[in-house]
């Protein structure tokens, strides 16, 4: 089973700006959707943004909209998120994982998930 791996998080100051990596440990063939979630302690795992391979279409939370950029290099098969104008409340391991189902937001609809990368936010 591919599996995928973050990197890019660490500790910013409010307001700041970080960009997270997902890339899958071997290249495979790229029919699906990518997403972010990510999850704070003592909560669910939340949908954040996510991107289609094929045509680069993307949909956010709300949460985010307007301060994180999803986006995809085809060529390296890494997607990234862009996350400005960062929150305390953003703070949480942040996870990316392939979509089988692209418009949802539904954790269920997303697979081959990577071990997470912490994104911590002081204010």
């Known amino acids: 089973q591919v599996q995928l791996v973050e990197s890019g998080g660490g500790l910013v100051q409010a307001g700041g700006s970080l960009r997270l990596n997902c890339a899958p440990s071997r290249r495979t063939y790229r029919d699906y959707a990518m997403g972010w979630f990510r999850q704070a302690p003592g909560k669910e795992r939340d949908f954040v943004a996510a991107?289609?391979?094929?045509?680069?279409?993307?949909y956010y939370a709300d949460s985010v909209k307007g301060r994180f950029t999803i986006s995809r290099d085809n060529a390296e098969n890494t997607v990234y998120l862009q996350m400005n104008s960062l929150k305390a409340e953003d703070t949480a391991v942040y996870y990316c994982?392939?979509?089988?189902?692209?418009?949802?937001?539904?954790?269920?609809?997303?697979?081959?998930w990577g071990q997470g990368t912490q994104v911590t936010v002081a204010s």
């Open positions: 994982a392939y979509g089988f189902r692209y418009g949802s937001r539904d954790v269920d609809d997303f697979g081959s």
């Open positions: 991107i289609s391979w094929s045509s680069g279409s993307t």
